[in-house]
């Protein structure tokens, strides 16, 4: 007697079974594309589009996800929105907390894709791709993306100091060069243009074949020194706006002080570790313990520096390091004890 073996029902490939509306936000200039995976709609995911910056369109259509749901099941459920860390920075996070939904902020690049092939790339599939992802952090799976933390308002302005002195730092190195490549076409070289006495220096100068400076020319490097001058105004006025936030980060914390009685610290690395809510460790030796931006890749040996964390302060702990000082130490980390250990000098 032929014997009919079990066939067990196949896995779905989304659980159905939810205790939640899971919505994710695909955010572009012209229009936000809402993709939702509701309770009791089966395994298909439904998009709707409202334009860019419309959060009164955004909310009403989560009201009538939150009717819909509730007219099959007879129960209210919770709203979870997920979204990538992108240009539009984090106030529409702000706006969805305040209305009291639970949101999400992740890195786009520590989404895993397919690597066989060429992957599509759409609205579309991303929104569905970020609902995916939601779930299983929400089922608590291990490594499956990279929830940001979003910083307070008044901690994200603070860090525009810092951020608006390294831009103008890189503008001032880009004028100069450009300055001493104009120079340079035509023979001269050792004209310094962050020199207080620059242009005394740009009307003596000659050509390599003792002419003087082409007319046109002068008066293009004059601009450039123009410009200039007004990124060095600039970047002493962001110097003044570190130099006053530090002193007063010193008189509610002893940190700053602390690292600015360090040799080869100054203010821009002092104002770091307060404003990444880190604890600094004095110790004897030079050491680099673990940090926030270093990570164990699989397979590899070693740290490396990426973009996670707080990169800026792992490489200044790298120069720290480098320099070697003895008899000083500077050791930050976020926990007392880390999983990896420490690395010594």
Request: aromatic share 4%; glycine share 8%.
């Amino acid at each position: 007697m032929p014997v009919a073996a079990h066939q067990p029902k196949a896995p779905t490939a989304i659980r159905t079974d939810l205790g939640a509306i899971f919505v994710s936000l695909e955010l572009s200039r012209s229009k936000w594309l809402i993709t939702s995976l509701s309770p009791g709609g089966g395994e298909k995911m439904s998009k709707h589009s409202v334009a860019a910056g419309d959060v009164a369109g955004m909310l009403a259509r989560f009201a009538e996800l939150n009717r819909k749901a509730q007219a099959r099941t007879g129960r209210h459920f919770p709203i979870i929105v997920i979204q990538e860390a992108g240009l539009d920075g984090f106030w529409i996070h702000r706006v969805l907390q305040a209305e009291g939904i639970e949101s999400h902020v992740v890195d786009p690049a520590s989404i895993a894709t397919a690597r066989r092939r060429r992957r599509a790339k759409t609205d579309k599939i991303d929104g569905e791709a970020l609902v995916r992802a939601l779930l299983a952090y929400k089922r608590g799976e291990p490594r499956v993306c990279a929830m940001l933390r979003v910083p307070m308002p008044e901690e994200e302005d603070r860090r525009r100091i810092s951020r608006e002195r390294k831009a103008l730092t890189n503008e001032r190195v880009r004028h100069v060069n450009r300055i001493k490549g104009l120079l340079f076409s035509q023979g001269v070289s050792g004209y310094e243009p962050l020199r207080r006495d620059r242009r005394k220096q740009l009307a003596a100068l000659q050509t390599g074949d003792g002419r003087p400076l082409p007319a046109h020319l002068k008066a293009q490097i004059g601009r450039e020194l123009d410009r200039l001058e007004l990124l060095l105004e600039q970047i002493k006025a962001v110097e003044a706006e570190r130099d006053a936030m530090l002193a007063a980060a010193q008189a509610v914390s002893p940190a700053p002080a602390m690292l600015l009685n360090l040799k080869g610290i100054g203010p821009e690395f002092a104002i770091v570790p307060g404003r990444r809510g880190c604890r600094v460790i004095l110790t004897t030796d030079v050491r680099l313990p673990p940090m926030p931006a270093w990570r164990r890749r699989p397979g590899r040996v070693g740290r490396s520096i990426t973009s996670r964390g707080c990169r800026n302060l792992a490489i200044r702990l790298c120069e720290r390091r480098w320099s070697r000082w003895p008899g000083y130490g500077c050791a930050i980390n976020r926990s007392q004890r880390s999983p990896y250990g420490s690395r010594s000098g």
